[in-house]
């Protein structure tokens, strides 16, 4: 399983951006998909994430302003950043919960990162 994630760049403060990241690879099932960022120096964090039923979640710092939607057809979570802050700047990770077969475990699996930068 593979995914791909793409969108991210550099913005002044206000501004928006769109992230993308598309599953791929022998998937069975997606249970979940969403997104998490690592600022500089920090751990990884929740950002945002959408199930199966649509059922969606945020991090307190990004209600409002962000928000999470999929297209299960096509194994692709979408991340709209508004109102962007400079402590939005961070490495932003796409993960999905994926099974592979009928009988396997729920996995994690993660994207390559895409650096989003947000200028003041």
């Known amino acids: 399983v593979q995914l791909q994630a793409s969108g991210g760049g550099l913005v002044q403060a206000g501004g928006s951006l769109r992230l993308s990241c598309a599953a791929s690879?022998?998937?069975?099932?997606?249970?979940?998909m969403g997104w998490y960022r690592q600022p500089p120096g920090k751990q990884r964090e929740l950002v945002a994430a959408?199930?199966?039923?649509?059922?969606?979640e945020y991090a307190d710092s990004v209600k409002g302003r962000f928000t999470v939607a999929s297209d299960l057809a096509k194994n692709t979570v979408y991340l709209q950043m508004n109102s962007l802050k400079p402590e939005d700047t961070a490495v932003y990770y796409c993960?999905?919960?994926?099974?592979?077969?009928?009988?396997?475990?729920?996995?994690?699996?993660w994207g390559q990162g895409t650096q989003v930068t947000v200028s003041s």
């Open positions: 993960n999905g919960v994926i099974r592979t077969t009928r009988y396997s475990n729920p996995t994690d699996y």
């Open positions: 690879g022998s998937i069975f099932a997606i249970n979940r």
């Open positions: 959408i199930n199966v039923r649509y059922n969606t």
